[in-house]
């Protein structure tokens, strides 16, 4: 189960064994506990329910802390479930260390990205904008015709305008691991992923790597 939570703590970089300077981001990932175990008989599907960061009990509601003391957790502020994909041997309130990667593996990170507030066009689409001479001196970072006024004479569902940017859930695809400490529960990654310091994210092994693609024949 190559799965594990963790936090960005930012980004630095690693050289390699040839002396290349490799640009990394650096994850406090792990320790995390095992809270739930979810089988096709009982549940319908085979998945697990991982927690992450301790926090103050007072933090967390009736609910939740009665389902992390079933099976004699502390206080967790993350709760994330993974679906399983083979048979492996699971137990509930097991740990979670970032040994479970090593090196050379390749990973999907999922996190939300930083929130860039309400934008234009031009920041958030990459918009040309308007031209900078004839006249004009109001429609250089405008978007220009949004409809027809003949005809349909409507703003079509999902046309490109300003309004808010950043804030959504993105996945970082094909990361290769390029350090594992286990003694500090780090992991770095090659490249950036998303989000801000100290933001939350989830590291599972990668869906669409050429690696996985060979042990599955594909």
């Known amino acids: 189960m190559k799965v ?14 040839s002396g290349e ?91 939300t990205s930083k929130g860039r507030g309400f934008t234009g066009a031009v920041k958030r689409y990459g918009f040309r904008g308007g031209p900078k001479t004839h006249g004009q001196s109001d429609r250089q970072r405008a978007v220009g015709s949004i409809g027809g006024t003949t005809g349909v004479s409507l703003v079509w569902k999902g046309q490109r305008m300003p ?14 691991v390029e350090m594992v400490d286990a003694e500090r529960s780090l992991l770095a990654v090659r490249g950036s992923v998303p989000g801000a310091k100290g933001g939350f994210v989830m590291i599972k092994q990668a869906r669409k790597s050429r690696e996985l693609a060979k042990q599955r024949g594909e």
Request: hydrophobic share 40%.
């Open 21 to 111: 300077a490799v640009p990394a981001t650096v994850i406090e990932a792990g320790p995390c506990f095992v809270a739930q175990v979810k089988t096709p008989d009982q549940d319908g599907y085979s998945a697990v329910q991982l927690a992450f960061e301790e926090v103050k009990p007072q933090r967390l509601s009736k609910g939740e802390k009665g389902h992390l003391t079933r099976n004699k957790l502390p206080a967790m502020r993350h709760l994330r479930e993974f679906r399983l994909r083979g048979e492996e041997e699971i137990e509930e309130g097991q740990r979670v260390l970032v040994d479970v990667f090593e090196v050379g593996d390749w990973v999907d990170v999922v996190g």
């Open 4 to 17: 594990i939570l963790g936090k960005k703590v930012g980004m630095t970089q690693i050289f390699d064994e």
């Open 163 to 176: 309004g808010r940017m950043g804030g959504v859930r993105v996945t970082a695809q094909n990361l290769r």
